[in-house]
């Protein structure tokens, strides 16, 4: 079974095989986490996500799929990056925000990543309720099947560190 651990920090801090990247579509950096991944692991990783967006995903990545890049100068080797769902109270998109996870721990399994930090997929600016976000996170990690062995959970503030570790135990 895969160990699943909880930190509250920051995700650029964290070394790990791979961390993952709660990113938009257009994968070339924005806010929250993404722009923190962005700054924290230099050009590289934007020159990584523009030869993805000029070659095989020239739309942009789209909600609930992954995408691997370098990691340039942050501590993990590698960034995954994952687009959440936006949430929505009159769509359920838990399904999306479900294959995000899912998807994110194929990618890793590509890449031979057995140590892997995720943080809250779609739980910021994206909206998702706090406490939802946080069952399907642990849910669908321990409902994979992946080579992955251990998963640290980057809780950005004592609210989600607080849930995280209550669903983990």
Known sequence: MICIEVVQGDITTVRADAIVNAANSTLLG????????????????????RELRATTHPEGLPAGDAVATIGGRLPARWVIHTVGPVWSRDDDRSHLL????????????????????????????????????????????????????????????????????????
Not at 30 to 49: N, S, T
Not at 103 to 130: K, N
Not at 135 to 143: D, F, H, K, M, Q
Request: include cysteine; charged fraction near 20%.
């Open 98 to 169: 479900r294959s995000a996870y899912a998807r994110s721990l194929a990618v890793a399994d590509d890449l031979d990543a057995r140590v892997v930090a995720f943080p809250l997929i779609s739980a910021g600016a994206y909206g998702w309720p706090l406490d939802d976000a946080v069952a399907v996170a642990v849910s669908t990690i321990r409902s994979t099947s992946t080579e992955v062995e251990r998963v640290i959970m980057v809780a950005f503030g004592e609210a989600p560190e607080r849930l995280l570790r209550a669903a983990v135990d």
């Open 30 to 49: 924005g806010g929250g986490v993404d722009g923190a991944i962005h700054r924290a692991g230099g050009p590289e990783i934007l020159a990584a996500c």
